[in-house]
């Protein structure tokens, strides 16, 4: 977590620390989605979000503007 200043100085930092771009690139920050989120419950629920979208492959799109299946096949993701 942390500003975007915040993280250039992390990743500085672990670079020095002998860590590789491939794995830096791993880590996210500011983490969650842009879901408008001004208070520590709806921030909270943002890191949820964008945690659920990379364990299983979301788009991050509201679902209003998609089309097909909403859930997928078990298995498939």
Sequence with gaps: ?????????RLARL????????????????????????TPEET???????LIQTRWGGSGRPLGTTEGPIHAPRGSR
């Design 1 to 9: 977590m942390g500003s975007r200043r915040t993280h250039e100085d």
């Design 44 to 50: 909270a629920v943002s890191i949820a979000a964008e």
């Design 15 to 38: 670079r020095a620390a002998g860590l590789t771009e491939e794995e830096l690139s791993r880590l996210r920050s500011p983490s969650g989605l842009d879901i408008g989120a001004r």
